[in-house]
């Protein structure tokens, strides 16, 4: 019983909330000129569905491409960070590489 009456005053908040912001007279304009480009692109594809479909599959493969490239750069960046994890062992074998090159006892 709970549930229907918060979706029916979510509804009703969304329309009044909706309803007041159309006293706005920019928002109203640009509202209209919004639906029209929408009407308009929801015609055209409607009577050319071909294009609707090309413009998916482009899409699509746009989609495919940018993932490719995040897991490409997220594979670098995992590749840096075991690099930077062996830097401190490395820098260790160095110093004591040399503190042991400098504390040798010079034999003359």
Same mark, same amino acid.
């Given at each position: 019983?709970?549930?229907?009456?918060?979706?029916?005053?979510?509804?009703?908040?969304?329309?009044?909330?909706?309803?007041?912001?159309?006293?706005?007279?920019?928002?109203?304009?640009?509202?209209?000129?919004?639906?029209?480009?929408?009407?308009?692109?929801?015609?055209?594809?409607?009577?050319?569905?071909? %294009?609707?479909?090309?413009?998916?599959?482009?899409? &699509?493969?746009?989609?495919? &491409?940018?993932?490719?490239? &995040?897991?490409?750069?997220?594979?670098?960046?995992? %590749?840096? &960070?075991?690099?930077?994890?062996?830097?401190?062992?490395?820098?260790?074998?160095?110093?004591?590489?040399?503190?042991?090159?400098?504390?040798?006892?010079?034999?003359?």
């Amino acid at each position: 019983m709970g549930q229907s009456k918060l979706l029916a005053s979510i509804v009703v908040g969304a329309t009044v909330g909706a309803a007041l912001s159309m006293f706005d007279r920019t928002t109203r304009e640009k509202t209209i000129a919004t639906t029209k480009k929408m009407k308009e692109a929801i015609s055209f594809y409607a009577s050319n569905r071909e %294009e609707l479909q090309v413009l998916v599959e482009e899409k &699509v493969l746009a989609t495919k &491409v940018l993932c490719e490239s &995040v897991t490409e750069n997220v594979n670098t960046i995992v %590749e840096k &960070v075991d690099e930077f994890k062996e830097l401190p062992s490395t820098i260790e074998g160095m110093i004591n590489d040399t503190k042991s090159a400098f504390s040798l006892p010079n034999k003359e």
